[in-house]
């Protein structure tokens, strides 16, 4: 079997690779390496032996997707990462987040309506829940008005699936709407290799723990949590990276009940920030230099994961604890500031 993953070489896509490599798949890699570098393929080649194959191809080239499909006839499912994930920087440049998120999932799925037949899974986001009203929460939670152009293009993106699942009987396809991926494989490998400073927790805090940062500021301690600071979900990355082949041997194996679905993938566990340093703190074995800021605008109270109905229907289940996760990712620092 021949799977296409788009945005192969970034941080979910490559761990993504790897277990799809280790099940036995093809792979075959598009990625315009924005975000990325090649040198990713040799990470993920000592990992499973195995070179995936790989394009530098950039999506927003409608006539380079016509090409690469005409001569890539036999590809039996596509997992799209690319996309620009920046919160702050999609307010700043929201036509390229619109162009780069949505212009690039046409694409596609033009081309894989044209076949007989397309299995089809899509990265999403809990972001689209906003503020939930209830935790944890369940994929029948409402979708609220999206805080920022990143935000409304999971939501926008997820509604060009259902539209194109609905008029297309050949397409079949599943959304995976991650709460925090971190960690890094545990090989270290591969893992995550944020450009310029980080805005996403746990690369900061790993950053700041090897001195590339001074300290890390935590964005409020007022919220009506258990500590005052905010609740996420935090996945490691390789559980996330199984649910995607998992979620694809439902499609491939027609065992979905409809032609479009859509899974969280979190653990289920709630974290608040503190918690998340003194994670860092207890598999470092370092102090981490922190101090309370005022909030973030945007940031949502708590966000964690109901994930009874990929437990359920997919037989996935997160099995990485906040500390394997954060061993990781502390590996994965300490390799490639050596
Ligand atoms: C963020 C995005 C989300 C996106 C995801 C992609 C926002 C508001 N949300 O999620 O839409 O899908 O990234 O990766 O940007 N924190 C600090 N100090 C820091 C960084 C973060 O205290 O330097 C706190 C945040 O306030 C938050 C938690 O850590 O409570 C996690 O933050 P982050 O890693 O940015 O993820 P999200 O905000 O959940």
Known sequence: MKILVTGGLGFIGSHTVVELQNEGYQVVIIDNCSNASEDVLDGITKITGKQPDFEKLDLRNKVDVLDFFSRHKNIDGVIHFAASKAVGESVEKPLLYYENNLSTLVYLLQQLSAKNKAHFIFSSSCTVYGQADEMPITENAPVKPAESPYGNTKQIGEEIIRDSCEVFSNLQAISLRYFNPMGAHPSAEIGELPLGIPQNL?????????????QLSVFGDDYPTKDGTCIRDYIHVVDLAKAHVVALKRLLEGKNEKNYEVFNVG??????????????????????????????PGDVVSAYADTSRANR???????????????????WEKKIRA
């Open 313 to 331: 229907v997919l037989g996935w289940k997160a099995e990485s604890t906040l500390d394997d996760a954060m061993r990781s990712a502390w590996l």
């Open 202 to 214: 746990v690369p900061f805090i790993t950053q700041t723990g090897i001195g590339m940062r001074e």
């Open 267 to 296: 653990t289920g566990t709630g974290s608040s920030v503190l918690e998340v340093i003194k994670s860092f703190e207890r598999v470092s074995g370092e102090e981490l230099n922190y101090k309370i800021v005022g909030r973030r």
